[in-house]
């Protein structure tokens, strides 16, 4: 199956810092992959719906200042958080969806563990 | 505003046992229910995915029961061994806006030897 890499999977930094998060399909191409938030027993929240080419759209109350996406081809996306503080500490996944998909199939990276201190 | 509603939040059973989920969803546009597994630390991972247009389906151990017009959908998992002991979450999506899920709140599975 269709596998997307996630790195790095578990990073702490101190506050103020900003971490840069990859997400790779590493078979497969993806024009749009998705970015989401989990918090500790919770569901997955979608941040942002990353386009490969064209600027991110983000979901309501997402800042995009502050997790800025890039998505520079069509097998890797990037998340930076940036300034990050305390509360910016939580699971952040990743999915991607083959350009070549007839249906909706979504491939899930294995996740990031931000701790930031 | 939570779109799809999952229960129950936890569920204990036995080895052999047939845990069941269930999920509402409230927007009649969603055209896509598929439902994941996640462990720990680890991204979910997708179990099995239904359309409007078939009541049942069933992959192996897992069975997804549909009713449109309840607008509801279950997860039932035959014969549940200890390590199907995860996190299941049931999602919808619409054809019309590409992939983009929306997850129901999630239940802790725990099924004990």
Not at chain 2, 92 to 103: E, I, K, P, V
Request: contains cysteine; proline residues 5%; glycine residues 6%.
């Amino acid at each position: 199956g269709a596998v997307v890499s996630q790195h790095p999977s578990r990073v702490i930094c101190k506050s103020g810092t900003s971490v840069k998060i990859e997400c790779r399909s590493l078979d497969f191409q993806a024009t749009t992959m998705f970015w989401y938030r989990q918090f500790p027993k919770q569901s997955l929240m979608l941040m942002a719906t990353s386009n490969e080419g064209s600027k991110a759209t983000y979901e309501q109350g997402v800042e995009k200042d502050k997790f800025l996406i890039n998505h520079a081809s069509l097998t890797l996306s990037t998340l930076t958080v940036t300034s990050a503080h305390p509360e910016d500490s939580s699971f952040y996944i990743c999915s991607a969806r083959p350009v070549l998909a007839t249906n909706e199939k979504l491939f899930f990276g294995s996740g990031t563990q931000l701790s930031v201190l | 505003q939570q779109q799809v509603k999952q229960s129950p939040q936890s569920l204990i059973v036995q080895k052999g046992g047939i845990p069941i989920i269930n999920c509402a969803y409230e927007n009649t546009a969603f055209d896509y229910f598929p439902w994941y597994q996640q462990f720990p630390g680890k991204g979910p991972a997708l179990l099995i995915a239904i359309r409007p247009d078939v009541s049942e389906k069933k992959e192996g151990r897992f069975t997804i029961s549909f009713n449109k017009s309840a607008k509801q959908f279950s997860l039932h998992i035959m014969d549940s061994q200890p390590g199907d002991s995860a996190t299941y979450f049931c999602a919808a999506s619409m054809r019309s806006s590409g992939s983009r899920l929306t997850f129901g709140e999630g239940t802790q599975l725990t099924v004990n030897p």
